[in-house]
């Protein structure tokens, strides 16, 4: 399994970043993907999800109607569309192979991560 994510970087508030997590070595179809967010000192949170071939979604409260995921079977990819971007939005973004996408999540494997930082 590998799960490899790009797109991070620095933003101003207000501002858009479209992050991208490439997967291979599962059946990419039929696997829920998660995007996980580590800020130090505050653990972390699971910030949105999408299922296997039910496509159900989870967006977390403080992302709910900013943050848009979607999955390319095509490209075994998964996109965080991140716009209207706040400070509180910093952090590392990870994303992950869930058992399901849901309300709790069961991680089976992760990537590496990419850094989000956005200042006022």
């Known amino acids: 399994v590998q799960l490899v994510e790009s797109g991070g970087g620095s933003v101003q508030a207000g501002e858009s970043l479209r992050l991208s997590c490439a997967a291979s070595?599962?059946?990419?179809?039929?696997?829920?993907i998660g995007w996980v967010r580590q800020v130090p000192r505050k653990g972390r949170e699971g910030i949105s999800c999408?299922?296997?071939?039910?496509?159900?979604?989870y967006y977390a409260d403080s992302v709910k109607g900013r943050f848009t995921i979607s999955k390319d079977n095509a490209e075994n990819t998964v996109y965080l569309q991140m716009n209207s971007l706040q400070p509180e939005d910093t952090g590392r973004y990870t994303c992950?192979?869930?058992?399901?996408?849901?309300?709790?999540?069961?991680?089976?494997?992760w990537g590496q991560g990419t850094q989000v930082t956005v200042s006022l």
């Open positions: 999408i299922g296997g071939r039910n496509r159900t979604t």
């Open positions: 992950a192979l869930l058992k399901e996408c849901g309300t709790t999540w069961y991680l089976e494997n």
């Open positions: 070595g599962f059946a990419f179809d039929d696997s829920a």
